[in-house]
């Protein structure tokens, strides 16, 4: 699984961006595909995830009523509206795709991320 984001950039806060993220190659039973965020000296953290068959949405508490996810099964990609920006938007923002796969029974999960794109917001 391949997975090109695209849509980072330097804006002034309470500026806008959308991010995309577009996957390709072996994407059969992708279930979930989603944005993480990392800061310099932070922990990656989950910013926002979407379930690919019903759209289910889970956001942090940071971002919640500033950004929407959403999703073009067709074009397999993903893109992650960002509004009212904060300084403390700044990351690297990594996308993300799970899928859970079965063996004997037993669920395994595998999970792919892409290169990153740099979000910077100025105050």
């Known amino acids: 699984v391949q997975l090109v984001e695209s849509g980072g950039g330097l804006v002034q806060a309470g500026g806008s961006l959308r991010l995309s993220c577009a996957a390709s190659g072996s994407i059969f039973s992708i279930d979930t595909m989603g944005w993480y965020r990392q800061a310099p000296g932070k922990q990656r953290e989950l910013v926002a995830k979407?379930?690919?068959?019903?759209?289910?949405?889970v956001y942090a508490d940071s971002v919640q009523g500033r950004f929407a996810i959403s999703r073009d099964i067709a074009k397999n990609t993903i893109y992650l509206q960002m509004n009212s920006l904060k300084p403390e938007d700044s990351a690297i923002y990594y996308c993300n795709a799970e899928r859970t796969l079965y063996r004997d029974g037993t669920p395994i999960e595998y999970a792919y991320w892409g290169q990153g794109t740099q979000v910077t917001v100025s105050s």
């Open positions: 979407i379930t690919l068959g019903g759209a289910s949405t």
